[in-house]
């Protein structure tokens, strides 16, 4: 079961809650996301947390605990009666943040594939044989 609202810029925030991720670090994986592909720009403002949690019919205090976690990392600022908005501070991605997602990205990755059927083997195989190609595309 999956849950979606579309901000008037044009990025689409979507909830996958059969994932096992919890929700609120859902939004925040995919607001860090939107920053970094360039579909969520400094300066950006985002919906409101009440308008947040009625369109993806979650409960206001997972919107609070994610925009939270990103105010503190200087991701979102929020402005008293304006609303919440991108930072104009760069994000500095650590290593260990990156590991972080990596594993989170390979974890749900493979609980997906598992679930239709496939054994790790088979995608240890088939992302072997895609970069295969993709180094074959490169020359």
Known sequence: MSNTTNNRAGFQLGLDLDSG????????????GGIAAGTLAAGQQLPT???LAVDLAINP???IRAYRELEIRGV?????????????QKIPRDN????????????EFTARAGS???K??????RLQDLQKDNGKKRR
Do not use: C, K, M, W
Request: aromatic share 6%; no cysteine; glycine share 8%.
């Open 120 to 125: 790790t083997e088979e995608l240890i195989e």
């Open 61 to 63: 205090n997972t919107v």
């Open 49 to 51: 947390v009440r308008q």
């Open 96 to 107: 260990a943040e990156r590991q972080r997602r990596l594993s989170q990205l390979v974890g």
């Open 76 to 88: 979102l600022e929020t402005q008293q009666g304006t609303g919440t908005f991108i930072s104009h």
């Open 116 to 118: 239709e059927g496939f």
């Open 21 to 32: 991720v919890p929700v609120y670090r859902q939004i925040i994986d995919q607001v860090v």
